[in-house]
């Protein structure tokens, strides 16, 4: 059974950092794209980052990039996502999923993580 | 970066009703489209992909139309379970984007 699992998520201040990660269960990690997608209070579904099996390629939507890093080790099925300079608009709940197809990322996300909640405010 | 709108917003609906949303990209997608249902609390779940194709363990009672620019989810007898927030996603772009959403509520 494939099963995500997020972690690391909290309060934190306007400017500080975080690190999300996602243990994944239930299928060969290594062959499959990954995805983080977020959700503010009472909004919306907004795609954040993705990357291809092998961390090759990384894709960030407008708004995180240059201040979030996604990342993934493979050998412990693990997918991270480093968040610097936290604003307040950051504040939601974060969902790592999987591609359904393959290791490159094509965009459709067939299972997802129970979610992170994560909050920036002084 | 390619918009995407859903209509309604939201409605209301009775148990055995058919629902029909609708999704609109602001460039031509191709069949690059999905459906997600969200119900409170929890998260996302891929209901159609390729704007047709029925995701495995799916109920049947879903499905999905278009292709380009338009594209319709619909529900043909609406169940309990069904009450919930419907995402549309375009996969076209690797900026990919959801609909603003749309939240069917019990009558």
């Known amino acids: 059974e494939v099963q995500l699992v997020e972690s690391g998520g909290g309060l934190v201040q306007p400017g500080g950092s975080l690190r999300l990660s996602c243990a994944a269960f239930g299928f060969t990690f290594r062959s499959y794209a990954m995805t983080w997608v977020r959700q503010a209070p009472g909004k919306g579904l907004e795609w954040v980052s993705a990357i291809s099996g092998s961390g090759g390629s990384t894709y960030y939507a407008d708004s995180v990039k240059g201040r979030f890093t996604i990342s993934r080790d493979n050998s412990k099925n693990t997918l991270y996502l480093q968040m610097n300079s936290l604003r307040a608009e950051d504040t939601a709940v974060y969902y790592c999923a999987k591609d359904r197809v393959d290791s490159m990322v094509r965009g459709t996300f067939d299972y997802w993580g129970q979610g992170s909640p994560v909050t920036a405010s002084s | 970066d390619i918009q995407m709108t859903q209509s309604p917003s939201s409605l209301s609906a009775s148990v055995g009703d058919r629902v029909t949303i609708t999704c609109r990209a602001s460039?031509?997608?191709?069949?690059?489209l999905n459906w997600y249902q969200q119900s409170p609390g929890e998260a996302p779940k891929l209901l159609i992909y390729?704007?047709?194709s029925l995701q495995s363990g799916v109920p049947s009672r879903f499905s999905g139309s278009g292709s380009g620019t338009d594209f319709t989810l619909s529900i043909s007898s609406l169940q309990p379970e069904d009450f919930a927030t419907y995402y549309c996603q375009q996969s076209y772009s690797t900026l990919f984007t959801f609909g603003p959403g749309t939240k069917v509520d019990i009558k």
């Open positions: 390729a704007a047709s």
């Open positions: 460039q031509s997608i191709s069949s690059y």
